[in-house]
């Protein structure tokens, strides 16, 4: 009932060049997957060139954006509109990713600003939370989690659950190689989809998509895949190589 959404973050990696022949490859390797959805979202420069070949090509894959400024347009020097993304074939965008939230101080009520300019462009929010390692330590993790989603969500309508992605990203797992165990990541999916019914009803919670973000790699990809609530998963350093990612993609669950 819920398409599992396989999703890669580059961060800031490949150039245009890099990330043509990336797309190459990636669109041959899944061309035969039908089930799942495949994204990708790369640096802001490569965008356009993807979104050409996206458009022209019978390829699946999709294409997101990292991050966005909320306003239409203006004078908000090195910052990214909405329409601009919607301009170049972009359906998804990632919103307060954890590095945004560290290294750019990015905190929920901007957050928030940005999910509604999001949902103002037809453009599709994946709101990232997740909890530091000090939190976890201390027993906060729920209602850290449970913060930053009522803090994004505020005053974020929603009338279908495809209008909504969470990506559930414990900070020390990501980069770190240490992921969540699947049953620690379940409990934690499982505590975001009754909030999501706290907010939204049963029916949209049910079928909005809750990725698992933070070391996912081919060889635990399929017992993360294998828990109930989890939908999909949002993949740092392993979606910079066609192989790893096709594997992962390819989750046998
Ligand atoms: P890694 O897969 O490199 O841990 O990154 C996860 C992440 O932050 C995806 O948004």
């Known amino acids: 009932m819920r398409t599992p959404l396989m999703a890669g973050n580059w961060k800031m990696h490949k150039g245009p060049g ?36 996206l458009r022209k090509s019978e390829t699946p ?21 909405p329409p601009m993304l919607k301009e170049c074939n972009c359906d998804y965008v990632i919103l307060g990713h954890s590095e ?18 999001a949902r103002q462009y037809d453009l599709i ?12 330590d201390a027993g906060q993790a729920e209602e850290v989690v449970s913060d ?6 505020t005053d974020v309508e929603i009338n279908s659950a495809d209008e909504l992605v969470i990506a ?15 049953d620690d990541a379940q409990a934690m999916h499982a505590h975001i989809r009754t909030i999501l019914t706290d907010l939204y009803g049963e029916g949209i919670a049910n079928g909005v998509r809750i990725q ?34 096709e594997r992962i993609v390819k989750f046998e669950a």
């Open 61 to 81: 894959i999709k294409l997101g954006g990292q991050n966005l400024y909320p306003a239409e347009e203006g004078a908000y020097t090195g910052e990214t509109a």
């Open 125 to 136: 929010p994946i709101l990232c939370v997740g909890e530091t390692e000090p939190q976890r």
């Open 212 to 245: 698992y973000g933070g070391s996912v790699k081919p060889h635990n990809v399929d017992e993360l895949m294998a828990q109930p609530d989890i939908d999909g998963a949002l993949v740092g350093g392993a979606s910079l190589e066609v192989g790893s990612f």
């Open 100 to 117: 945004r939230r560290h290294v750019f101080e990015e905190d929920d009520s901007f957050i928030n600003e940005k999910v509604k300019a």
């Open 18 to 53: 890099e990330a043509i022949n990336f797309l190459n490859g990636l669109s041959d390797a899944v061309a035969d997957v039908e089930d799942r959805e495949v994204l990708i979202c790369p640096p802001f420069v490569d965008i356009y060139a993807l979104g050409r070949m």
């Open 168 to 182: 559930y990203e414990p900070v020390w797992a990501i980069g770190t190689g240490r992921t969540a165990t699947p």
């Open 148 to 153: 930053q989603i009522r803090g994004g969500l």
